[in-house]
């Protein structure tokens, strides 16, 4: 319920009695201006009038004090009706309000119960649910981890059996280039005792054979030499 | 003079020696002005080669001529260790020319380290012909010791 402050209506109502009392002097003193018009002189008719209105004007003060009096005594007794009402509704609106709360706390902790129920059961069968899930997938991962390993294994068995090849490959070539480095440093080595031997000999020979010749001995030798050089087809002028 | 006119005195020449020996004879019967006669030729000089001097060189132009075709006649160079004779030097001349050599001149030079054969070197080409390449070459076909050790 709205409550009414009487505070806020005090000057309306003192505004509403000074009008009235305004518009009550100003209509008296019409009527007697009408009346008196004809047989008093123009200043008593002023001091009359003037009197009558000071008169009128009294009354008003006290109609208006009067009514002043009344409007507050009756706007306090308004304000204390309202101030009792306002305590009564008030009260009544908390006992509502708390009836209301109450109430609405008595279903949230119901609801808050049926939900928490519900989440559970929800809760519970996810879990049941994630359990399952993780078992399944743990071991769909242990089968193809232990797949992966056994194609890893096979792998390295493979590869490790390419390293023995290529090693052993490797070391055979190596063994057969130092064989054959071997052989030809052997080879070149007797060739070049060969060479040595060859040198000593057609160098003994030449010098017993070149001293053991006659002049036409060495002049036959040369056409000999000469013709086989033109024989073999080596010499060529 | 014609140019197979030349060939042929150089075939006569035959040797480096000879040619300067010839050489020489061109210059006296130059400055003799012709008055030298076939007898007077050095001895050296073979009978063909002073008959062609005598009666084949008429005029300073033919001895100019000669004397050129002897400084520019090609050499076949032999070392040899001996000292070879004329009927040797003959012979081999005549194989030379056998195997097409033309306008040379063979020049004996003495080797005593070239034991038998010779050194031929001829316009630029050396070939060894000696004895010791030659028992060299036959030796080298015998590996004696790779092959027995091997």
């Known amino acids: 319920m709205p409550t009414i402050d009487v505070n806020q209506l005090f000057p309306f109502i003192i505004i509403f009695t000074n009008a009235v009392t305004i518009v009550l002097v100003a209509f008296f003193v019409k009527e007697l201006v009408k009346e008196k018009s004809g047989g008093l002189s123009k200043k008593d008719l002023k001091n009359e009038s003037y009197q009558k209105a000071l008169k009128i004007l009294d009354e008003a003060k006290k109609e208006s004090l009067d009514i002043y009096t009344d409007s507050h005594k009756k706007a306090q007794e308004i304000i204390q009706s309202a101030l009792k009402v306002k305590n009564s509704s008030k009260e009544e609106l908390d006992r509502q309000y708390h009836d209301l709360s109450q109430h609405q706390l008595e279903a949230l902790d119901k609801i808050s119960r049926d939900y928490l129920k519900s989440l559970r059961g929800t809760l519970m069968s996810e879990k049941d649910k994630s359990a399952e899930v993780v078992t399944k997938a743990s071991g769909m991962i242990t089968k193809e981890v232990m797949s992966e390993i056994g194609k890893m294994k096979e792998n390295l068995v493979a590869k490790s059996a390419e390293a023995q090849k290529a090693i052993d490959e490797r070391v055979g070539n190596e063994v057969k280039a130092v064989e054959e480095e071997l052989k030809n440093y052997r080879s070149e080595r007797m060739k070049s005792v060969d060479d040595k031997v060859v040198e000593i000999i057609s160098s003994i020979a030449e010098k017993v054979i070149g001293r053991a010749m006659s002049l036409k001995d060495q002049q036959d030798f040369l056409m000999k030499v000469l013709e086989e050089e033109k024989r073999k087809g080596t010499l060529k002028l | ?150």
């Open chain 2, 1 to 150: 003079m014609r140019l197979n006119a030349l060939e042929e005195l150089i075939q006569y020449v035959k040797t480096k020696d000879r040619a300067y020996m010839c050489l020489e004879t061109l210059n006296s019967l130059e400055r003799s002005t012709f008055k030298r006669k076939k007898k007077d030729f050095p001895k050296e000089l073979d009978k063909d080669l002073r008959f062609f001097l005598n009666n084949r060189v008429k005029n300073r132009d033919d001895i100019e001529k000669s004397k050129k075709a002897l400084k520019e006649a090609k050499t076949l160079t032999l070392r040899v260790a001996f000292e070879p004779e004329e009927n040797f030097v003959e012979k081999l001349y005549k194989w030379f020319r056998g195997r097409g050599l033309r306008g040379f001149l063979i020049e004996f030079v003495r080797d005593e380290g070239v034991s038998g054969g010779c050194e031929l070197t001829y316009e630029g080409v050396f070939v060894d012909l000696t004895l010791k390449a030659k028992i060299k070459e036959f030796l080298k076909d015998k590996e004696y010791v790779s092959t027995q050790v091997l």
